[in-house]
């Protein structure tokens, strides 16, 4: 009897991290990409031990597939033709959907629908909106009446009934589970096929040690989709997924806690990281921790002993007013340099988020603060995004309960192109100060600046370098944020957006050629000014560098410090942290 190449009760999980288009409608995809996807990695995770418990009977098998559309291509019809051989079941899962991966997300759903296969949508779009609207927009209604479900919440726990609603009368429109989200501890490891990580630059994976975050940034959505209190997974399981990984080969890990430092749970995930480096197992971390984490007792110490190698904080502004408009208080501009210092001593790299569009700023005063930043704070890589109220935020909320004009293309809302009106800049000026900004930070004399700092405290500037480069070429090359960035982009002449037309091919491979040209000889000539900013630097004595920057901190004596004395904001907040100390005794 001839072998079944197809068992007679199959159900197919395909799970696809969409991408979003460019600003010509293609979708933006690379031969690697840059960040790996950790909601991909996390139910991906979830639906194997579904598959392996057989939540479906024993006579039911479950076979699971990701795909990350940012590095691989999806084309609905090959893969529903593959998956329904032999009669199976297929849901198709569009997961870890932002608001800008929103219109391709309902793109392709509608072309799997159009298939007949079920077809769920979820993430932080989704979750967002339902949270902190009081009506559903009119992108979540368009899905639901093209039959297409929507998740809400988080996926541990939850599965295994929609696979049961899948086998028998069909999914339900809607699954809300924002009012009970789920404890983290023992749910299943995050991970992803060896082969799907490989398309990542580093071959990085990542997982989430932890949800929620207890502050109140009224442009944040985490807060309002996955709480304020902390809920995460304990040592052992961070212990289990780290020894999977790296039984694939992988031991660079991105975890993607919104702050990792409010974890409850730090200390003891840290000591395991670090007992897993005594055994061989060394590991390459990049976490995301506040701007308060140096006060934390032996935070940084233990980081940097557990595999940190690179710190992304949100600095967001050095204008207290614009912090306290934001509802960030926990940002205080007299902790920015002892923090960024602290991190240093450590050996670990330092990134920040730098937030351009607050009410007050003017394109006069944000090239005012970066050049006070360039200065006076010894941040290695800045990366700039414009104040945009992503549904989810309360900053949103608020302004859809004003009737406030919003851009109504969700694939706008990237944080790289202007949403909403500003009371002091124009849209084009906005923009126009959004890039003007990358090429200051990044300028050749900065670029030199930062390498200069990083060959005083112990990090190699070439590595350096490459970092610089890998920030900055992205912006001016691909018009794309370099967290969007990857290696080599991929543009396919028929994956564009609806609507827009696809191009005859005697028009777009030439365009595309002439394009790729200018783009990688751009590139390449950039690259060769950074290799001759570094060999001048390399040629300078070692150790003699120092600058306002690297001072030693003395509250004190750092009072004449621009970014204490720019702004009236500056002046009343340093007054009045020295009036606190006073009446507490000093501390």
């Known amino acids: 009897m001839a072998a079944r190449t197809t068992p007679p009760n199959l159900v197919h999980i395909l799970w696809i991290k969409p991408s979003h288009y460019d600003d010509d409608g293609y979708v933006i995809q690379w031969w690697r990409s840059s960040l790996p996807a950790n909601s991909l990695a996390t139910v991906y995770g979830i639906a194997l031990d579904c598959a392996q418990r057989r939540v ?152 989430d040690a932890g949800r929620g975050c207890p502050y109140q940034c009224s442009f944040c959505t985490i807060i309002n989709v996955q709480g304020r209190k902390s809920r995460h997974r304990d040592a052992d399981d961070v212990e289990r997924l780290v020894r999977a990984n790296w039984a694939q080969g992988i031991t660079n890990f991105f975890i993607t806690d919104d702050n990792f430092a409010r974890n409850t ?35 940084i110490e233990k980081a940097g002993k557990a595999g940190v190698t690179r710190i992304f904080m949100g600095m967001e502004s050095i204008n207290p007013d614009a912090l306290k408009s934001a509802q960030k208080g926990q940002n205080k501009i007299t902790d920015y340099r002892a923090m960024l210092q602290a991190w240093h001593r450590a050996g670990v790299l330092t990134y920040a988020g730098y937030i351009l569009g607050f009410p007050n700023d003017t394109p006069q005063t944000i090239r005012r603060d970066l050049a006070i930043i360039q200065r006076e704070l010894p941040v290695d890589i800045l990366e700039f995004f414009i104040l945009t109220p992503l549904p989810g935020s309360l900053d949103h909320q608020r302004l859809v309960e004003a009737g406030v004009r919003l851009d109504p293309d969700m694939n706008n809302y990237d944080t790289q192109h202007v949403t909403t009106d500003h009371p002091l800049m124009s849209a084009d000026e906005w923009l126009g100060i959004y890039r003007e900004a ?15 700092r990083a060959r005083v405290w112990g990090y190699d500037p070439k590595h350096m370098m490459s970092k610089l480069f890998a920030f900055h070429a992205p912006i001016v090359y691909e018009r ?108």
């Open 438 to 452: 990358w090429d200051r930070f990044y300028s050749p004399a900065h670029v030199a600046t930062v390498l200069r």
């Open 56 to 207: 479906l009977g024993p006579e039911v098998e479950i076979r699971v597939r990701a795909l990350d559309e940012t590095n691989s291509r999806v084309d609905p019809a090959r893969l529903v033709r593959e998956l329904q051989a032999g009669g199976a079941r297929v849901l198709v899962g569009l997961v870890g959907v932002q608001t800008n991966q929103y219109p391709r997300a309902l793109d392709l759903a509608r072309r799997f629908r159009a298939l007949g296969v079920a077809v769920a949508i979820g993430g932080f779009h989704v979750s967002g909106c339902l949270a902190m609207l009081k009506e559903r927009p009119v992108e979540l209604q368009q899905a639901l009446d093209g039959g297409i479900t929507l998740f809400a919440g988080e996926l541990e726990g939850r599965l295994e009934g929609m696979l049961q609603d899948l086998m028998g009368a069909g999914l339900k429109p809607l699954y809300n589970y924002l009012l009970d989200l789920p404890d983290m501890t023992g749910t299943p490891t995050p991970i992803l096929p060896a082969d799907r990580v490989r398309l990542t630059m580093g071959r990085r994976a990542s997982f």
């Open 265 to 299: 749970q730090w200390e003891a995930i840290f000591d395991r990281l670090i007992a897993l480096q005594g055994q061989g197992i060394v590991l390459q971390l990049v976490i995301q921790a506040d701007t308060q984490s140096h006060r934390i007792p032996h935070f």
């Open 480 to 587: 794309l944020h370099p967290l969007e960035g990857g290696l080599l982009r991929i543009k396919r002449r028929r994956e564009r957006r609806p609507g827009l037309p696809i191009e005859h091919p005697a028009v777009f491979y030439p365009k595309l050629a002439l394009e790729f040209v200018r783009k990688y000889a751009g590139a390449y000539l950039m690259h060769r000014r950074y290799q001759r900013i570094l060999a001048q630097v390399l040629a300078e004595p070692a150790g003699t560098y120092t600058d306002a920057a690297m001072a030693p901190v003395d509250e004190a004596g750092d009072e004449h410090l621009a970014l204490f004395t720019a702004t009236a904001a500056a002046r009343e907040f340093v007054q009045k942290r020295r009036s606190r100390k006073a009446v507490l005794g000093g501390t």
